[in-house]
Structure formats: structure tokens, C-alpha cells
Nanobody, 119 residues
Framework: QVQLVESGGGLVQAGGSLRLSCAAS????????MGWFRQAPGKEREFVSS????????YYADSVKGRFTISRTIAKPTIYLQMNSLKSEDTAVYYC????????????WGQGTQVTVSS
């Protein structure tokens, strides 16, 4: 089992910045990837960014490339999402997720943190 605790959401004006954090605990030795997803009202959940745990390779959705940066600390597994130049369309609940060894997809999810960007 892996537990995830997210923090850092809030209300920000368009053009501003926020930093999300997600700390993993439990069976973290089995991590293969950690990532961020988001779900806006009335929309499907979508991929935002991820990081491969073995080598730190990062991935981004086209909609956030150049504005968002994912990073990590390894000792106490935590990922961060630095979000700059925020737009109203970034408003969503942001979820942290992990994929563990043997899983075909992300199999543990955080509770979500609200990000609201006012225009």
C-alpha cells in the first residue's frame, strides 16, 4: 500500500504561480512512476505530468509544457508541480498518483487539491 498526501492548492490570479506537493509513504520501494492529473468541472480527468522513478525522466501534457515543472525528492518520496503563468483553464482538482511495480497503470491516488485561477 502507498499513501499520498497532497498540498499546495489554492486561489491565484491568472499569470500567477502555485506549487503543489505530494508526499508518498508506505511501500514506496515499489514506486515506478509518480504523476499529476487534473479534473475540471464537467470534464474527464486528464494527464498533466509525470516522472519516472528509476531515472527521473519527465513527461508533460502539451497544454502545460513550458509552464509547469515536475520535480522530486527521493529520500522521502515527494513530487512537486511548479505551475507558472497559470490560466483560467488550469482550474481543476489536481490529483497525485503513483504506479507501483507490476501495475499496468497508476494504482494509488491522492485525495486531490483544488487549484482555482481567476481571470
Amino acid at each position: 500500500q502507498v499513501q499520498l498526501v497532497e498540498s499546495g492548492g489554492g486561489l491565484v490570479q491568472a499569470g500567477g504561480s502555485l506549487r503543489l506537493s505530494c508526499a508518498a509513504s508506505g511501500r514506496t520501494i515499489s514506486l515506478t512512476a509518480m504523476g499529476w492529473f487534473r479534473q475540471a468541472p464537467g470534464k474527464e480527468r486528464e494527464f498533466v505530468s509525470s516522472i519516472r522513478w528509476s531515472n527521473g525522466q519527465t513527461y508533460y501534457a502539451d497544454s502545460v509544457k513550458g509552464r509547469f515543472t515536475i520535480s522530486r525528492t527521493i529520500a522521502k518520496p515527494t513530487i512537486y508541480l511548479q505551475m507558472n503563468s497559470l490560466k483560467s483553464e488550469d482550474t481543476a482538482v489536481y490529483y497525485c498518483a503513483v504506479q507501483t511495480t507490476g501495475a499496468s497503470n497508476y494504482n494509488y491516488w491522492g485525495q486531490g487539491t483544488q487549484v482555482t485561477v481567476s481571470s
